[in-house]
């Protein structure tokens, strides 16, 4: 088993930032790769970027290029989401998510998911 907690959440104004973290433990993978979702109230959730654990490639929605950056740090088994010049309509609840195939986009190709954290960017 993999448990996934995230922090770094909180209320924002339009133009800032925040950088989300998802710690790691339990059974830890060399392979694979973890990724952060979305879920805005009343939608759907949504794919926002992965990282490939064993090299640390990135794989970004597009919508999120630009202005967020996903990373990961081995030796602390966490993986970061920085998010610059956020938008009203970034907020949501994000997910970290980590599985065994790298750079996936799709929620159902990953076998752990941490709680969520809430991310609120107000106008």
């Known amino acids: 088993q993999v448990q996934l907690v995230e922090s770094g959440g909180g209320l924002v104004q339009a133009g800032g930032s925040l950088r989300l973290s998802c710690a790691a433990s339990?059974?830890?993978?060399?392979?694979?790769?973890m990724a952060w979702f979305r879920q805005a109230p009343g939608k759907e959730r949504d794919f926002v970027a992965a990282?490939?654990?064993?090299?640390?490639?990135?794989y970004y929605a597009d919508s999120m290029k630009g202005r967020f950056t996903i990373s990961r740090d081995k030796a602390k088994k966490t993986v970061y989401l920085q998010m610059n010049s956020l938008k009203p309509e970034d907020t949501a609840v994000y997910y970290c998510?980590?599985?065994?195939?790298?750079?996936?986009?799709?929620?159902?190709?990953?076998?752990?998911w941490g709680q969520g954290t809430q991310v609120t960017v107000s106008s």
């Open positions: 998510a980590a599985g065994f195939r790298m750079l996936a986009t799709r929620q159902g190709l990953y076998d752990y």
């Open positions: 339990g059974r830890t993978f060399s392979s694979g790769g």
């Open positions: 990282v490939s654990w064993s090299d640390g490639s990135t």
